[in-house]
């Protein structure tokens, strides 16, 4: 009769259990950044005003946004796009880039940089994603100075585009 001895497994579990350790370590030292602020959006369409900013970028969308805080949202949108519409077989993608703005009691708050599509069935209603940077933060919000920013939410075309475009969706500085 053979006997095997548990201390021969030994150095095998010893080492798999500092492998497993520095791994479970790792992990919770990852920098991932906490979500600092969310808001909801409710945006109308603003591009049939015409309306343009001193860089020549043109106001497209504005609305309210709630949640963390309450206030207004512009996006001034470079015209033309850097990047043409794509068609494709059922549908289109709309390519942006612009500068946002959030306004409290009609005062400037933070500002910053996005760029990102709006992908849509044919004579559908879309969805829309971008992502960028807070570049202006004052007063209570300087703290947001070079964070990241993440938008997205429904495009809703309504009865009579692009009067009737509207959307809503999230707003996130982390």
Do not use: C
Not at 44 to 49: I, K, M, N, R
Not at 70 to 90: A, E, L, M, Q, R
Not at 148 to 158: C, F, L, Q, S
């Amino acid at each position: 009769m053979k006997i095997n001895p548990a201390w021969e497994s030994a150095p095998v579990l010893l080492v798999l259990s500092m492998i497993l350790t520095g791994a479970i370590a790792f992990a919770e030292d990852a920098n991932v950044p906490d979500v600092l602020l969310t808001g909801a959006l409710d945006l109308t369409y603003a591009g049939h005003l015409e309306k343009t900013d001193d860089d020549g970028r043109l106001l497209v969308w504005e609305g309210s946004i709630g949640g963390d805080f309450g206030g207004t949202i512009k996006w001034w949108f470079i015209d033309p796009t850097p990047i043409v519409s794509t068609t494709h077989i059922g549908g289109t993608v709309n390519y942006y880039e612009a500068r946002w703005e959030i306004w409290v009691d009609e005062m400037l708050v933070l500002a910053g940089q996005s760029a990102g599509k709006t992908v849509a069935p044919d004579q559908s209603d879309g969805i829309w994603d971008g992502h960028g940077v807070v570049t202006e933060a004052y007063g209570k919000f300087a703290r947001f100075q070079g964070r990241k920013v993440y938008e997205t939410g429904p495009v809703i075309y309504g009865s009579n585009p692009p009067l009737s475009l509207t959307g809503t969706g999230m707003f996130q500085i982390y």
